[in-house]
Nanobody
């Protein structure tokens, strides 16, 4: 089992920044695929960013490219989502997710919610205009 705990959400004005953290515990996740998803009110949960922890290869949704950065700290077993240039439409609950690498059969799998086995409880991000 892998436990994921997100933190760092909050209220920020448009144009501001936040850094979300996802602390992983349980099984070693150094070879896992890690992802961030978000769910806005009344909408389905959608992909934001992902990383293959071992190599550091990253994937981003088009609507966050150039604004958000996913990174990791191996010593702390933590994945981050640095969010800059926040917009009101970024308001959502942000979820961290993890899955063993064998479940990723192609690059496109990183974008797919159902491929991820483990999920955090979510952290609220609210961007005011």
């Amino acid at each position: 089992q892998v436990q994921l705990v997100e933190s760092g959400g909050g209220l920020v004005q448009a144009g501001g920044s936040l850094r979300l953290s996802c602390a992983a515990s349980g099984r070693t996740t150094e070879r896992y695929a890690m992802g961030w998803f978000r769910q806005a009110p009344g909408k389905a949960r959608g992909f934001v960013a992902a990383m293959y922890w071992r190599t550091g290869r990253t994937y981003y949704a088009d609507y966050v490219k150039g604004r958000f950065t996913i990174s990791r700290d191996n010593a702390k077993n933590t994945v981050y989502l640095q969010m800059n240039g926040l917009k009101p439409e970024d308001t959502a609950v942000y979820y961290c997710a993890a899955t063993p690498p064998y479940k990723m059969t192609s690059d496109s799998d990183y974008y797919v919610e159902r491929v991820y086995d483990y999920w955090g409880q979510g952290t609220q991000v609210t961007v005011s205009s």
